[in-house]
Structures are given as structure tokens and as C-alpha cells.
């Protein structure tokens, strides 16, 4: 049992398995890796759907490198910069992403193949963070969580935004973001190259 798994409920078996795959976190960062390559490799010459699918893509790019500028790791809550308008701002990073390079594949399979990664990672890495940030900053978090969507901006909480303390150098350092952007800007490079 992981320390992600071990305030749950026991189970056994198949769902015991599957519900410690579904929380496995190096398991869905490598499978993004994986699926945004994939999806690179096998994009068509489509550049309508690049078009479409790129944006995405540099958005949560750029809201992931914003993000992790804020985190201050277990010790601060971040309820400033995209703090504000989302719980969870690298995720939402992540699925733009990871969105963006499938709807750029131009492939019918990549849409399906992203949207069930989602569904089978996110609602239960989302469950996790929440309940370790409840523990650990408890009233706080409370009242931010209640103001603040998991996922999707609440672009009426723009006001929130100002403060707390954003560094390019602590973005960075946080969740290896300058391989991560590298590795993205490379694959974007590989998508967009053909239609130029």
C-alpha cells in the first residue's frame, strides 16, 4: 500500500491493484511523457487541427511554468497567482497539454486515448492532494477550497491573484520544469515543422 493509498479504505484483490495504479504518481507523469511523444510521432499533416491543438499546448506550458513559481512544497499554502483560480494549476497544465498534442495528432484514436488518462488519473491524484493539503494547512485550506475550483478557472476569482510570491528561479526548481518545457517546446517543434 503506498503512503498515497494508506488513509483509504483497505481493499484487496483486482480493486486494490487498480486503485494503486490509478494513484501512482510517477506512473501518470511517465504516462504523459509517453502519450505527448506519442502523439507527436504519429501526427498527421493536418495543420487545421495543429492550429487548434498547439495553443492548448503552450497555454499549459506557460500556466505550468506560472504555477510551480508559487509552491513553496508542504510548507505554504499557494492561494495566489493561478492559486486563485484553480486548486490544482499544474493538472490543469498537464490536460491542456497532453490535450492539445492529442487534438494536434489528427489521429481518431489520441482524443479517446487522452480524455480515458484523465478520467483514470486525475480524479483520484486530485483526492490525494486535496486531502494532504486538508491535513496539513486545515482551516486554511478549508477556506480557499471552498472558493476555489479544482480544475476549470473561476475567472471571478482574478481579484485573488495578486500577491503571494511567484520566482522564476523556485519555478525551475519545482517538479523538474525546465526538462519538462524543453521536452514540450522539442515536440511542439516536431509537430508544427511539417505544415511550416
Known amino acids: 500500500m503506498s503512503h498515497r493509498t494508506q488513509d483509504l479504505e483497505p481493499l484487496t484483490g483486482f480493486r486494490h491493484t487498480l486503485r494503486e495504479l490509478r494513484y501512482h504518481e510517477v506512473a501518470r507523469q511517465l504516462l504523459a511523457v509517453v502519450l505527448i511523444l506519442v502523439y507527436t510521432l504519429t501526427a498527421a499533416d493536418v495543420p487545421w487541427l495543429v492550429a487548434i491543438g498547439m495553443p492548448p499546448a503552450l497555454v499549459g506550458t506557460l500556466f505550468r511554468l ?31 497539454i497532453v ?21 483514470f488519473y486525475y480524479p483520484t491524484a486530485i483526492e490525494y492532494e ?21 480544475l476549470i478557472p473561476a475567472l471571478g476569482n482574478i481579484a485573488h491573484m495578486a500577491g503571494g510570491s511567484w520566482s522564476f528561479a523556485k519555478s525551475m526548481r519545482g517538479n523538474g520544469e525546465l526538462i519538462i518545457v524543453i521536452y514540450i517546446f522539442v515536440c511542439m517543434g516536431l509537430v508544427v515543422r511539417p505544415i511550416l
Open 99 to 119: 490535450f492539445g498534442f492529442a487534438v494536434s495528432s489528427a489521429t481518431l484514436w489520441a482524443v479517446p486515448l487522452a480524455l480515458f488518462f484523465f478520467w
Open 130 to 150: 486535496d486531502r494532504k493539503l486538508h491535513r496539513i494547512f486545515g482551516q486554511q485550506w478549508e477556506s480557499w477550497s471552498s472558493r476555489t475550483p479544482a
Open 66 to 96: 506560472y504555477a510551480s513559481g508559487f509552491i513553496v512544497k508542504n510548507k505554504e499554502l499557494a492561494s495566489n497567482g493561478p492559486y486563485a483560480l484553480v486548486r490544482h494549476p499544474l493538472y490543469t497544465g498537464n490536460i491542456l
